[in-house]
Nanobody
Framework: QVRLVESGGGLVQAGDSLRLSCAAS????????MGWFRQAPEKERECVAA????????YYAESVKGRFTISRDNAKNTVYLRMDSLKPDDTGVYYC?????????????????????WGQGTQVTVSS
């Protein structure tokens, strides 16, 4: 069983930066596709960023392209989400997720049903 624990959320002002971390335990996630999802009040959970098993391929939602960067450190069993130029619309609970059976080495999982493991979430609030 894999346990994912997010950290790094908080209350910031528009234009600030945050780095979220997702630490995995239980087993290595080095062969997992990993993603970050966001759920804002009264909105569906959306994938804001995802990274392939290889680390070579990434996906970003249009709303965060150029501002967010996903990365992974397999030696630390950790995935990161660097968020720059934060906007009030980025407010929400951010969840880390792991896909234990990605389609391929370079496959990027974008849909929530592709993921098998989820963290408990970390709140990000961006004030204007």
């Amino acid at each position: 069983q894999v346990r994912l624990v997010e950290s790094g959320g908080g209350l910031v002002q528009a234009g600030d930066s945050l780095r979220l971390s997702c630490a995995a335990s239980g087993r290595t996630v080095s062969t997992y596709g990993m993603g970050w999802f966001r759920q804002a009040p009264e909105k569906e959970r959306e994938c804001v960023a995802a990274i392939s098993w290889s680390g070579a391929y990434t996906y970003y939602a249009e709303s965060v392209k150029g501002r967010f960067t996903i990365s992974r450190d397999n030696a630390k069993n950790t995935v990161y989400l660097r968020m720059d130029s934060l906007k009030p619309d980025d407010t929400g609970v951010y969840y880390c997720a792991g896909d234990r059976d990605p389609a391929g080495y370079h496959s990027v999982s974008r849909r929530y049903y592709e993921y098998d493991y989820w963290g408990q979430g970390t709140q990000v609030t961006v004030s204007s």
